[in-house]
């Protein structure tokens, strides 16, 4: 993997080519459709893919140009969910939503992501991550008439999602990240099965593994959310003791502008951990001073070959010069502390 020390990337998701999908949005609809929609996803893959090289981005993604959410978009290739068949429900205890319906066994018929892997493989001699929802994130944005258990539902999921990802280390993915959010919501099944459900959907695979938990996109049910949680954001302290026991290689989590305690990556001492440096859920771009102050203060918890500068969250709704600014803060701000641990 990466040679580099503080290697930089990103949580995930980049802003879209007004072409492709209306910007400044998630769910945003398409512009294309068939052929046409794989050629334009594709060219805005190649674009997200120059934007992170000219940002000096390390470990490098497909920016999640391939999909329209980073949940719904995998589901919607699995058979037993009716995406005609909506109920709402309450996503992460925090807004409603119309979601789809469970309706029979889930399956993954074919590949959901490995085409669009090996062709990012194919552009690029930099590590690559790739990033698939978790188990519990992926349960909570359905509605389930029938498996009627959240636990049975999340199993089902790890192994699909453990296929999917043996499928993208064979096409020359370096690290797969499991996005669980859901991680700082539901703590009584986090510590039964929800860490265990991550790791099923990770078993067996030689390439490394990220969990990404954070505080959500800058979208106002969140940042609304945000103002209940009080002075100091403990929910890591619920994940961190059992994931620092777990197979998962690298945490990737939310500390710029958070109120999260930074003594709490502690918890996950010996572990890579993504330290999120840039917030996605405001337009003002950080100075590399900043983002060196975050790292820095970092470091003191995480061992300097194990600490990856990175952003707190996906950055699909911002507008794409904010987005790309950030990325060359992000970039600035590591180089500032590399030189600083160089010097040591
Ligand atoms: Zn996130």
Excluded at 10 to 22: C, I, N, R, V, Y
Excluded at 129 to 153: F, N, Q
Excluded at 288 to 300: F, G, M, N, S, Y
Excluded at 313 to 333: D, E, F, T, V
Aim: include cysteine; hydrophobic fraction near 40%; charge should be negative.
């Amino acid at each position: 993997m990466s040679k580099i020390l503080l290697p930089t990337s990103t949580a995930g998701s980049l802003p879209k080519p007004f072409w492709l999908a209306e910007p400044e949005k998630l769910w945003s609809e398409w512009k294309f459709s068939g052929d046409e929609l794989l050629q334009a996803k594709r060219d805005a893959l190649l674009i997200a893919l120059a934007e992170q090289n000219a940002t000096g981005i390390d470990i490098v993604s497909d920016g999640e140009q391939t999909r329209q959410h980073f949940v719904t978009t995998f589901i919607e290739h699995l058979e037993g969910v009716d995406f005609t068949k909506r109920e709402i429900v309450r996503i992460r205890n925090r807004y409603d939503a119309s979601v789809p319906s469970v309706v029979g066994t889930v399956r993954r018929p074919k590949s959901v992501f490995v085409e669009d892997a090996k062709f990012l493989r194919q552009h690029t001699d930099k590590p690559i991550k790739w990033a698939l929802p978790g188990p519990m994130t992926m349960i909570d944005t359905l509605y389930d008439g029938h498996y009627k258990s959240r636990e049975k539902l999340a199993w089902e999921f790890a192994k699909i999602l453990n296929e999917e990802a043996k499928e993208l280390e064979a096409a020359g993915v370096d690290i797969i990240q499991f996005d669980e959010p859901a991680f700082n919501v539901f703590f009584d099944e986090l510590n039964d099965w929800g860490v265990a459900a991550l790791e099923r959907a990770a078993e067996g695979l030689k390439c490394q593994t990220a969990v990404h938990i954070c505080y959500g996109y800058g979208i106002k049910a969140n940042t609304d959310w945000k103002q209940t949680l009080g002075n100091e954001w403990r929910q890591y302290e619920e994940s961190f003791p059992k994931l620092q026991q777990s197979n998962i290689d690298i945490i990737s989590l939310e500390c710029q502008n958070s109120k999260v305690p930074m003594d709490l990556l502690e918890l996950v001492r010996g572990k890579i951990v993504m330290v999120g440096a840039i917030d996605v859920a405001t337009n003002v771009v950080e100075t590399p001073e900043q983002v060196a102050d975050t790292l820095r203060k970092a470091l003191q918890f995480v061992d300097a070959d194990k600490l990856y500068p990175s952003t707190n969250c996906g950055m699909a709704p911002m507008p794409r010069h904010i987005a790309r600014a950030k990325l060359n803060a992000l970039s600035q701000g590591a180089s500032i502390v590399r030189a600083e641990l160089i010097g040591k």
